[in-house]
């Protein structure tokens, strides 16, 4: 027997937690982890790192990073529910947590919640609050002096409000009563009153205290801070500090927060920006607050150099500075031989005002631009409409309204699938457009600091056409650039790199005839940002300031679009990554450099870290070191091609870069980047997942993220991982919603979910058969809803009033418990399944994966039979009235998340679920009530319309419209076929719907009549 040896730093015993399962492959609150990831996602500039690269997009948050980590460390042992309170604690989810986020709830809020929600009676009450009489100064020390109560009701609250406090005696424990009483408040609303857990922590050192006694007594750990914990568990569960990584560590949000955690810490990613903001993020995230303040003081200084160095190309004769340039590009018109400029909309600032003019030269032969300041709101309004639509040029010219299309001036060709036109390559050493190109660039308008503002952090701005000085300025701009490009450009300061043909980079290459990077830079930026970028690379510090450039370049390109709404309607400048593509502008701004000034501001916060970390630039299929958890991000079907919008930056950034960066390959290695779905994608997730698997010990755990968009990703998902030598032990889901005004069909918000895999390394090989295999996958699934749904039940029991596992967890779980079979088996049917993997598949082909995965969820279906509706009728339904009555069972909840229509239409296999919605928007998705369907709507619904649930539907609005009874009846006995075999099931989805939507009122009401009608109906 292995001999078991205490650590005498930690006082735990090593290897202790060896074999022991996680808490992520029991339990695993993902509902509250969702909402605190919308919260952290929120918080915008609140959040921690986005302030190293806000172009970097698909961050996974911190909080949700955290859980996954602690939920991989910790134990599941014989005691869930005390598990799941060490883990909410820690997390500071729970109620307890909930008290020390939200100071700022008074205790005669408290008092009203207890008596609103009866929580206590008005005479325990009395026990907990007191009355604050009078407040004296005795020799200048304020004395209070306090009143008790014999009972608080609401009489006594509404009399003495806020001198409610909080009673002297009660001490401490005043948590514990403050606790209980917040248990009774929905979590949307504690969210919204309280801080983030992460602010908390990082703005009190001591936040965590009240928890270890708890903590340490359930695990036997005697831990005092949160790497400290970790450090016990990960030496009772490996034998050591946990080693964690992330080989898809992107912008470096999971390798951070395990490093934040304590953990080992190791990260990978072979593009040199994703590498670049995970090493930001460990360096300026991880030195102390003092630090980074004295570190942004440097950049400070290097950003004013550049407005020192740039003075003299934006000041005006009063001493006015510009703040931005708008240009458009301009174009000669067929017609008439004018030159017009180019731009969608002529509104530049509705808050000033400031709209431009279209004004005939019949000097020059061209359309000016006249800057107008004051226009009135209908003149604003005229002005939404430029000079452009998405296919045409349109002006006025004497009266006459001339029109040609874009495409014709640019001359637009394609010859099957190749598309070409009439414009000219731009050469590398081209600044801006030649004489004679289709395109023009023209400076229509400047934004001006007033000379007495522009130091200052808030300005006072007003726009005015350029002046001949201002184009003067321009030219010299460009002169100075022409003059010093090869310089530059041997000094590494500046691009000197083609752009490759791509998804995402030959939209410049088409639409302007652009071919290097550079030419995504206006003269003016490409001054700016040389000096910027030599004055950072000269630094003593030029590591550390180096995350500054990408932000500096990601909003000073000809790519940044002039936003007339920002800044309140003032107008500004949106960065270039503001969507995820390369799309050109017709009309772009220019920041002058005091413009970049609001630019500078590093990390949200940061605090002292001191664990091992190490990054390299391989892709996961070269990793060579060992973790014990590798938790991973891959690009799974993702609409962001970074290694292609990267070089953008690459392009800036490649030559000579100070260490430690010097030692990385600077170019986006196209080749290696995973990408899309095909058999591509498959071959290389195999090889890195099963290079992971080799480097991870028997005991190791893996947890992949990765974005939920349908169910076929399932199939592939497993059979990746399959081919990788993994087992999957469990599933959680992550909802996050990305806004409601976002395109969809009929209006419908976009919404995202992110699905959590754990994984293990696969046991033994077994072998198996289908139908057998199917029988496991039945009970799985069976067992595993089952015991979740039983520890909803018990936590109910004690007073929790939120359900731990909604439907969409238990569906998850479904899956999980489908996958958790599956990929135990190493042959099926005498197939190997690790080969079978790797097999080229045809699209939309259904393999006996595939259907496996639909049996399961069929099984995870029927035991989510809504709360009081019986299995006999469950039985009987169809896909779309199963939908219905369950959606009918979570409004009853309140839940009205988008969200969880989409996945229960997808579980119960809906044709058209929209069909039957009444509102489809993110946060207010609702069904159709008998309301909505009226008389005659919803009787064309596949799998609906000639169903009993349309019948009752039709039933219930009769009688809310006043039609006799009796007709009503002798309609609905028409509309059903076998009537009298189905009266009982209309009754009881007639008792159903009246019980969930309320049987006093409305359609609850009429709900209940009507089953009275028809249990009472005589024949
Ligand atoms: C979805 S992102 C990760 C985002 C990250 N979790 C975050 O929060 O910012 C996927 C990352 O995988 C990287 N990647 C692409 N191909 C890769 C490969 N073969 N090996 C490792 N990483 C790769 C991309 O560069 C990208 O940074």
Same mark, same amino acid.
């Given at each position: 027997?292995?001999?078991?040896?205490?650590?005498v730093?930690?006082?735990?015993?090593?290897?202790?937690?060896?074999? =022991?399962?996680?808490?992520?492959e /029991?339990?695993?609150?993902?509902?509250?982890?969702?909402?605190?990831?919308?919260?952290e996602?929120?918080?915008? *500039?609140?959040?921690?790192?986005?302030?190293l690269?806000?172009?970097?997009?698909?961050?996974?948050?911190?909080?949700?990073?955290?859980?996954?980590?602690?939920?991989?460390?910790?134990?599941? =042992?014989?005691?869930?529910?005390?598990?799941?309170?060490?883990?909410?604690? &820690?997390? %500071?989810?729970?109620?307890?947590?909930?008290?020390?986020?939200?100071?700022?709830?008074r205790?005669?809020?408290?008092?009203?919640?207890?008596?609103?929600?009866?929580?206590?009676?008005?005479?325990?009450?009395?026990?907990?609050?007191?009355?604050?009489?009078?407040?004296?100064?005795?020799?200048?020390?304020?004395v209070?002096?306090?009143?008790?109560?014999?009972r608080?009701?609401?009489?006594?609250?509404h009399?003495?409000?806020?001198?409610?406090?909080?009673?002297?005696?009660?001490?401490?424990?005043?948590?514990?009563v403050?606790?209980?009483?917040?248990?009774?408040?929905?979590?949307?609303t504690?969210?919204?009153?309280?801080?983030?857990?992460?602010?908390l922590?990082?703005?009190?050192?001591?936040?965590?205290?009240y928890?270890?006694?708890?903590?340490?007594s359930? &695990?036997?750990?005697?831990?005092?801070?949160?790497?400290?914990?970790?450090?016990?568990?990960?030496?009772?569960?490996?034998?050591?500090?946990?080693?964690?990584?992330?080989s898809?560590?992107?912008?470096?949000?999971?390798?951070?927060?395990?490093?934040?955690?304590?953990?080992?810490?190791?990260?990978?990613?072979?593009?040199?920006?994703?590498?670049?903001?995970?090493?930001?993020?460990?360096?300026?995230?991880?030195?102390?607050p003092?630090?980074?303040?004295?570190?942004?003081?440097?950049?400070?200084?290097?950003?004013?150099?550049?407005?020192?160095?740039?003075?003299?190309?934006?000041?005006?004769?009063?001493?006015?500075?510009?703040?931005?340039?708008?240009?458009? $590009?301009?174009?000669?018109?067929?017609?008439?031989?004018?030159?017009i400029?180019?731009?969608?909309?002529?509104?530049?600032?509705?808050k000033?005002?400031?709209?431009?003019?279209?004004?005939?030269?019949?000097?020059? /032969?061209?359309?000016?631009?006249e800057?107008?300041?004051?226009?009135?709101?209908?003149?604003?309004?005229?002005?939404?409409?430029?000079?452009? =639509?998405?296919?045409?040029?349109?002006?006025?010219?004497?009266g006459?309204e001339?029109?040609?299309?874009?495409?014709?001036?640019?001359?637009?060709?394609?010859?099957?699938?190749v598309?070409?036109?009439?414009?000219?390559?731009?050469?590398?050493?081209?600044i801006?457009?030649?004489?004679?190109?289709?395109?023009?660039?023209?400076?229509?308008?400047?934004?001006?600091?007033?000379?007495?503002?522009?130091?200052?952090?808030?300005?006072?701005?007003?726009?005015?056409?350029?002046?001949?000085?201002?184009?003067?300025?321009?030219?010299?701009?460009?002169?100075?650039?022409?003059?010093?490009?090869?310089?530059?450009?041997?000094?590494?300061?500046?691009?000197?790199?083609?752009?490759?043909?791509?998804?995402?980079?030959?939209?410049?290459?088409?639409?302007?005839?652009?071919?290097?990077?550079?030419?995504?830079?206006?003269?003016?930026?490409?001054?700016?940002?040389?000096?910027?970028?030599?004055l950072?690379?000269?630094?003593?510090?030029?590591?550390?300031?180096?995350?500054?450039?990408?932000r500096?370049?990601?909003?000073n390109?000809?790519?940044?679009?002039?936003?007339?709404g920002?800044g309140?309607?003032?107008?500004?400048?949106?960065?270039?990554?503001?969507?995820?593509?390369?799309? =050109?502008?017709i009309?772009?701004?220019?920041?002058?450099?005091?413009?970049?000034?609001?630019?500078?501001?590093?990390?949200?916060?940061?605090?002292?870290?001191?664990?091992?970390?190490?990054?390299?630039?391989?892709?996961?299929?070269?990793?060579?070191?060992?973790?014990?958890?590798?938790?991973?991000?891959?690009?799974?079907?993702?609409?962001v091609?970074?290694?292609?919008?990267?070089?953008?930056?690459?392009?800036?950034?490649?030559?000579?870069?100070? @260490?430690?960066?010097?030692?990385?390959?600077?170019?986006? /290695?196209?080749?290696?980047?995973?990408?899309?779905?095909?058999?591509?994608?498959?071959?290389?997730?195999?090889?890195?997942?099963?290079n992971?698997?080799?480097?991870?010990p028997?005991?190791?755990?893996?947890?992949?993220?990765?974005?939920?968009?349908?169910?076929?990703?399932?199939?592939? %998902?497993?059979?990746?991982?399959?081919?990788?030598?993994?087992?999957?032990?469990?599933?959680?889901?992550?909802?996050?919603?990305? #806004?409601?005004?976002?395109?969809?069909?009929?209006?419908?918000?976009?919404?995202?979910?992110?699905?959590?895999?754990?994984?293990?390394?696969?046991?033994?090989?077994?072998?198996?058969?289908?139908?057998?295999?199917?029988?496991?996958?039945?009970? +799985?699934?069976?067992?595993?809803i089952?015991? %979740?749904?039983?520890?909803?039940?018990?936590?109910?029991?004690?007073?929790?009033?939120?359900?731990?596992?909604?439907?969409a967890?238990?569906?998850?779980? #479904?899956?999980? @418990?489908?996958?958790?079979?599956?990929?135990?088996?190493?042959?099926?049917? #005498?197939?190997?399944?690790? !080969? +079978?993997?790797? /097999?080229?598949?045809?699209?939309?082909?259904?393999?006996?994966?595939?259907?496996?995965?639909?049996?399961?969820?069929q099984?995870?279906?029927?035991h989510?039979?809504?709360?009081?509706?019986?299995?006999r009728l469950?039985?009987?339904?169809?896909?779309?009235?199963?939908?219905?009555?369950?959606?009918?069972?979570?409004?009853?909840?309140?839940?009205?998340?988008?969200?969880?229509?989409?996945?229960?239409?997808?579980?119960?296999?809906?044709?058209?679920y929209?069909? $039957?919605?009444?509102?489809?928007?993110?946060?207010?998705?609702?069904?159709?009530?008998?309301?909505?369907?009226?008389?005659?709507?919803?009787?064309?619904?596949?799998?609906f319309?000639?169903?009993?649930?349309?019948?009752?539907?039709?039933?219930?609005? +009769?009688?809310?419209? #006043?039609?006799?009874?009796?007709?009503?009846l002798?309609?609905?006995?028409?509309?059903?076929?076998?009537? $009298?075999?189905?009266?009982?099931? %209309?009754?009881?989805v007639?008792?159903?719907?009246g !019980?969930?939507?309320?049987?006093?009122?409305?359609?609850?009401?009429?709900?209940?009549?009507? *089953?009275?009608?028809?249990?009472?109906?005589?024949?």
């Amino acid at each position: 027997m292995a001999t078991v040896a205490k650590n005498v730093t930690a006082g735990v015993t090593l290897g202790s937690l060896r074999d =022991t399962p996680t808490l992520i492959e /029991r339990l695993w609150p993902a509902q509250k982890i969702s909402r605190e990831s919308e919260a952290e996602r929120k918080s915008v *500039a609140g959040q921690t790192l986005t302030g190293l690269g806000g172009y970097w997009k698909g961050r996974k948050p911190l909080i949700l990073n955290r859980a996954c980590i602690l939920g991989a460390l910790l134990p599941a =042992t014989s005691d869930p529910a005390k598990d799941l309170e060490v883990f909410e604690r &820690l997390m %500071m989810i729970d109620d307890r947590g909930f008290v020390e986020r939200c100071k700022s709830r008074r205790a005669h809020e408290y008092a009203a919640i207890a008596l609103e929600h009866r929580v206590y009676t008005p005479v325990e009450l009395a026990k907990f609050f007191a009355v604050r009489d009078r407040v004296s100064n005795a020799g200048g020390t304020k004395v209070i002096s306090y009143r008790t109560l014999d009972r608080l009701d609401s009489d006594v609250l509404h009399e003495f409000g806020r001198d409610i406090v909080w009673h002297p005696s009660i001490q401490t424990s005043f948590h514990n009563v403050a606790a209980r009483i917040l248990s009774h408040v929905p979590y949307d609303t504690k969210i919204d009153e309280s801080v983030r857990p992460e602010y908390l922590e990082t703005t009190d050192p001591n936040a965590h205290d009240y928890m270890w006694d708890m903590v340490n007594s359930h &695990l036997g750990t005697s831990a005092n801070s949160m790497p400290q914990l970790v450090e016990q568990l990960g030496i009772m569960r490996f034998g050591h500090l946990p080693q964690v990584g992330d080989s898809f560590s992107g912008s470096g949000q999971i390798p951070y927060e395990a490093l934040r955690m304590g953990c080992d810490t190791y990260a990978s990613d072979p593009n040199p920006i994703a590498a670049l903001l995970t090493w930001s993020s460990f360096t300026l995230a991880g030195m102390s607050p003092a630090d980074l303040d004295e570190l942004m003081v440097e950049l400070q200084r290097v950003e004013l150099s550049v407005e020192k160095a740039m003075e003299r190309y934006e000041t005006d004769a009063e001493g006015n500075r510009a703040k931005a340039f708008l240009y458009c $590009l301009e174009t000669k018109c067929p017609d008439t031989g004018y030159m017009i400029p180019l731009v969608p909309s002529l509104v530049i600032s509705p808050k000033n005002g400031t709209i431009g003019r279209l004004v005939p030269n019949h000097v020059e /032969r061209r359309i000016d631009i006249e800057i107008v300041n004051g226009a009135s709101a209908a003149e604003l309004k005229a002005a939404a409409a430029g000079t452009v =639509t998405s296919e045409y040029v349109i002006y006025e010219l004497d009266g006459v309204e001339h029109r040609f299309s874009i495409a014709s001036v640019r001359g637009d060709q394609r010859q099957g699938t190749v598309r070409s036109n009439g414009l000219r390559p731009w050469s590398g050493d081209d600044i801006e457009p030649r004489d004679g190109d289709i395109f023009g660039e023209r400076l229509y308008c400047v934004q001006w600091a007033t000379e007495e503002s522009w130091t200052r952090g808030r300005q006072d701005v007003f726009y005015a056409a350029p002046t001949d000085e201002d184009r003067q300025r321009d030219a010299l701009v460009a002169q100075v650039v022409r003059e010093n490009l090869a310089k530059w450009r041997e000094a590494g300061l500046v691009p000197d790199m083609r752009i490759e043909p791509g998804l995402k980079t030959d939209d410049p290459i088409r639409t302007r005839g652009w071919t290097n990077w550079l030419h995504l830079f206006h003269p003016r930026q490409i001054l700016m940002l040389a000096q910027l970028h030599k004055l950072i690379k000269e630094h003593p510090r030029a590591n550390e300031l180096y995350f500054f450039m990408p932000r500096a370049l990601d909003n000073n390109s000809r790519l940044n679009r002039w936003a007339n709404g920002q800044g309140g309607g003032l107008g500004g400048p949106k960065g270039t990554f503001d969507n995820q593509a390369l799309n =050109t502008l017709i009309n772009f701004a220019v920041r002058g450099s005091i413009g970049v000034r609001s630019l500078v501001g590093g990390p949200a916060r940061s605090s002292d870290l001191n664990a091992a970390r190490r990054i390299d630039t391989v892709p996961g299929s070269q990793v060579t070191v060992d973790r014990d958890i590798w938790i991973t991000d891959p690009p799974y079907a993702d609409a962001v091609v970074y290694h292609e919008l990267t070089e953008f930056f690459i392009s800036w950034l490649r030559r000579d870069p100070p @260490a430690p960066f010097n030692e990385w390959t600077w170019d986006s /290695r196209r080749p290696l980047a995973i990408q899309g779905e095909g058999e591509d994608f498959r071959r290389k997730m195999v090889e890195t997942y099963g290079n992971l698997a080799a480097h991870m010990p028997a005991n190791g755990i893996q947890i992949v993220m990765f974005t939920h968009q349908s169910g076929a990703v399932w199939a592939d %998902m497993a059979q990746i991982f399959w081919g990788a030598g993994l087992q999957v032990s469990a599933a959680w889901y992550i909802a996050t919603e990305t #806004g409601s005004n976002a395109p969809g069909k009929r209006g419908a918000g976009l919404v995202q979910g992110t699905v959590i895999l754990v994984l293990r390394k696969l046991g033994e090989p077994e072998s198996g058969y289908e139908d057998e295999i199917a029988q496991e996958v039945r009970a +799985e699934v069976a067992r595993q809803i089952d015991t %979740m749904v039983g520890l909803n039940q018990s936590l109910k029991g004690v007073g929790r009033i939120e359900n731990l596992f909604e439907d969409a967890d238990l569906q998850m779980a #479904g899956y999980a @418990a489908a996958l958790r079979v599956l990929t135990g088996y190493t042959r099926i049917d #005498g197939r190997d399944m690790t !080969a +079978e993997a790797s /097999r080229p598949r045809k699209k939309g082909e259904k393999g006996f994966v595939e259907r496996i995965i639909e049996f399961a969820v069929q099984v995870a279906n029927e035991h989510m039979v809504p709360g009081n509706l019986s299995g006999r009728l469950w039985q009987q339904l169809s896909g779309s009235e199963r939908f219905y009555l369950k959606m009918v069972d979570l409004e009853a909840d309140g839940l009205s998340k988008l969200d969880n229509y989409q996945n229960f239409a997808r579980a119960f296999r809906v044709p058209d679920y929209t069909a $039957l919605m009444a509102d489809t928007r993110a946060n207010s998705a609702r069904l159709k009530s008998s309301m909505d369907f009226k008389r005659r709507t919803g009787f064309e619904i596949p799998d609906f319309g000639s169903g009993i649930i349309r019948a009752v539907l039709y039933g219930i609005w +009769e009688l809310s419209a #006043g039609t006799d009874p009796q007709l009503i009846l002798e309609q609905v006995r028409d509309m059903v076929e076998n009537y $009298l075999r189905r009266r009982e099931d %209309m009754i009881e989805v007639a008792e159903y719907i009246g !019980a969930m939507r309320g049987r006093e009122e409305g359609e609850g009401r009429f709900a209940i009549i009507l *089953a009275n009608l028809l249990r009472n109906e005589k024949f």
